[in-house]
C-alpha cells in the first residue's frame, strides 16, 4: 500500500509555471507505475501524464504535450508534474495516483488504485 500527497498548487497567470509534487510513503513507491490527473469544476476526471516504474519511459496526454512534464524521483519517493506556458484551461485539482499491477502507462483512473487528496492549480487570464 502507498499513501501519497500532492503539494506545489497554487494561483499563477497565463504563461506562468509550476512545479507539483506528490510525496509518497512506504518503501513500494519504485514499484508503481505514477500518473497525474485532473479534475475542472464540472468535468470528468481526466489523465495528464504516468510514468514507467524506472522512469524510462513517460506519456503525456495531447494537450499538455510540450509544456508539462512528468518525472519521479525514486530515491526521494516522490513524483513531479513540472507545468510550463499554463492556460485557464489547465485550471483543475490535480490528483497524483499509483498503479501497482500495470505493466504498461495506462491512461482510465480506474486502474489506478492509490490517490493523494489532489492539489489546486488554477490559472488567470
Known amino acids: 500500500q502507498v499513501q501519497l500527497a500532492e503539494s506545489g498548487g497554487g494561483l499563477v497567470q497565463t504563461g506562468g509555471s509550476l512545479r507539483l509534487s506528490c510525496a509518497a510513503s512506504g518503501r513500494t513507491f519504485s514499484r508503481n507505475i505514477m500518473g497525474w490527473f485532473r479534475q475542472a469544476p464540472g468535468k470528468e476526471r481526466e489523465f495528464v501524464a504516468a510514468?514507467?516504474?524506472?522512469?524510462?519511459?513517460?506519456y503525456h496526454t495531447d494537450s499538455v504535450k510540450g509544456r508539462f512534464t512528468i518525472s519521479r524521483d525514486n530515491a526521494k519517493n516522490t513524483l513531479y508534474l513540472q507545468m510550463n506556458s499554463l492556460k485557464p484551461e489547465d485550471t483543475a485539482v490535480y490528483y497524483c495516483?499509483?498503479?501497482?499491477?500495470?505493466?504498461?502507462?495506462?491512461?482510465?483512473?480506474?486502474?489506478?488504485?492509490?490517490w493523494g487528496q489532489g492539489t489546486q492549480v488554477t490559472v488567470s487570464s
Open positions: 510514468i514507467t516504474r524506472g522512469g524510462g519511459s513517460t
Open positions: 495516483a499509483a498503479d501497482s499491477t500495470g505493466s504498461f502507462i495506462r491512461v482510465l483512473s480506474t486502474n489506478y488504485e492509490y
